[in-house]
């Protein structure tokens, strides 16, 4: 199975990175947030993070006392700049589609794994080795696309009105699993959509208890400073989920 | 706090009968098989029916092997019916809102409940109350409208092609919780919205592990003798869960 690359690509790499120096996007607001409110102590702790990206969050944990971070990403481009802006002698980055961390072979206290999930398609095979991968106890904490939002193949799918103010989210096929094809700077980015009642069992069927979920929305006092947020009422964009071995 | 009983409202009451009379419908083919595909096996246990209605389920559950059964409704008008049709030694039917089942004092091995949940407005209190009345490894499965149905107020909320195909649900306010207020034979029926991570979590939080999710969809097998069910596909009609304690 060939995994998607599509962070190699250079117009997505290019169009991701300036997303991401704007700092005032849905992932600063909502997704980090949820994630971080998640996330146990980590002092003395082996933490793995699964599609680390720029490495922004390796680096967060060795300041939260993370004994030691492996960060593993598909992409060699993104891996490129973490080497430069978030190294540290406790962090370990490895070019690796997150489908092939059994071959890691090694013992994690935290596996956590921020918006990435959505471009895999098995699941279930990640979830499985995660859970091999932690000790008694460990924590996995995860976020992704929230399924309302995967579900869709394609652009926009909110009915607006005649000033653009969206209305409603026309939804359809959340009941079909599997590959959806959008766009993303790029044609033709792949994500995985499944129900949340399909993430919850796979996670229950490889052992875990589930902790927590979170579907993320804004409170009234960040709603004042960006009012435009108010349409994650009508769609949340974020779930997460944490569950403990 | 007033409960809502509108089983016990003329028209609401043969409207609802009516349509229990056809076998044909999306709780017979749907909400009932899911529900019992998690039931425990239950010989010799004693079981909680919360929202019993007719008693076709604690009825059901007595032939399954239950040594007893206690089904609790706030509509004396569907107690009587049970009482006529669906009475048994085993069985108890008590007049009751579910909110008020701490003072039940017993203690039983499994709790269902199927498609009330949605008319309580105190889900954690009652979940709480489940909790202490179930012995240790006790079950709970409930089935309730899916969040994708219980976030609309009012009637139809479909975009439909010139046929009146539905094309797709017009979701909005999934984020806001809380009262809506419906119409289902009568005016003003008052349903209760909760996100799925808001139903999970408040599971967790009483204490109970969760075990499996369903939000059940059409078999191939069924779609080609009801077509019409094709429909569920955009959106499930009901939740289920299935929790331990």
Request: net charge negative.
């Amino acid at each position: 199975m060939a995994k998607q690359n599509i962070y190699d690509n250079e117009t997505f790499f290019e169009g991701y990175k300036k997303l991401r120096d704007n700092k005032i996007n849905a992932n600063n607001l909502f997704e980090i947030p949820a994630l971080f409110s998640m996330m146990p102590d980590l002092k003395g702790k082996r933490v793995l993070d699964l599609g680390c990206g720029f490495g922004e969050h390796c680096k967060q944990f060795i300041h939260r006392g993370a004994q030691k971070v492996v960060g593993i990403d598909i992409s060699e481009k993104m891996l490129e700049v973490a080497r430069k802006e978030n190294s540290d002698s406790g962090i370990t980055y490895i070019n690796m589609p997150m489908e092939e961390i059994a071959q890691l072979k090694e013992r994690f206290d935290v596996v956590v794994s921020s918006l990435a999930f959505h471009y895999v398609e098995d699941f279930s095979g990640v979830v499985r080795s995660i859970y091999d991968m932690l000790d008694a106890d460990g924590i996995f904490i995860f976020s992704q696309e929230n399924p309302l939002c995967t579900c869709h193949s394609g652009g926009d799918r909110w009915t607006r009105d005649e000033n653009g103010k969206k209305l409603h989210l026309n939804l359809a096929d959340y009941g079909i699993e599997g590959e959806r094809e959008s766009v993303w700077f790029v044609d033709n980015v792949k994500k995985y959509h499944r129900t949340f009642s399909t993430i919850i069992n796979t996670l229950i069927e490889a052992g875990f208890s589930v902790e927590k979920m979170i579907e993320p929305l804004p409170t009234d006092e960040l709603l004042q400073q960006y009012p435009d947020y108010k349409d994650l009422f009508h769609k949340p964009d974020f779930l997460l989920v944490r569950v403990k071995k």
